[in-house]
């Protein structure tokens, strides 16, 4: 049962924050799904591994990859999925907690969660970077077949 929440709510928060960036109203439904299968492999890999930075990154990966082929079979700029997609994964609580500590002079648990939101950040950026390339070998590789 936890599950199917953590589903809805992801989907929810992709969909509502396409909203928010004036998503074209038929891809809200695709973005809210992007966004619900990159929570969904981020929550079960950090249940299983315990390990925040690596299912986050394969989880951006999962979302930017799908992104870009959504977009090519849509038409539509690479963006509109990506940045909906990823909107479940970033670190907002977590930063909010960092800038707690520090004002609540905690130094030592604000430079703790600083830096897990650093690391996290930085993993949603190289994730997307590594997406491309991963999105430049499917392309060679089809361009291959196609040729031999």
Not at 43 to 58: D, E, H, P, Q, S
Not at 61 to 73: D, N, P, R, S, T
């Given at each position: 049962m936890d599950i199917l929440a953590q589903l809805i709510t992801s989907f929810l928060a992709t969909a509502a924050f396409?909203?928010?960036?004036n998503i074209p109203k038929e891809s809200l439904i695709r973005c809210g799904l992007i966004g619900m299968g990159g929570w969904l492999i981020y929550?079960?890999?950090?249940?299983?591994?315990?390990?925040?930075?690596?299912?986050?990154?394969?989880a951006t990966?999962?979302?930017?990859?799908?992104?870009?082929?959504?977009?090519?079979?849509y038409k539509t700029p690479v963006i509109i999925f990506t940045v909906a997609g990823i909107i479940p994964l970033v670190p907002g609580g977590l930063a909010y907690d960092s800038m707690r500590n520090i004002v609540e002079n905690d130094y030592n648990l604000?430079?703790?969660s600083a830096a897990k939101v650093l690391m996290l950040a930085g993993t949603i950026a190289f994730g997307l970077v590594f997406s491309e390339v991963i999105n430049q070998i499917i392309k060679k590789v089809t361009a291959y077949r196609v040729k031999g």
């Open positions: 396409g909203v928010i960036f929550y079960i890999l950090n249940g299983y591994f315990g390990n925040a930075v690596l299912a986050t990154l394969l990966v999962f979302i930017a990859v799908l992104g870009q082929q959504m977009a090519k079979v604000a430079i703790a």
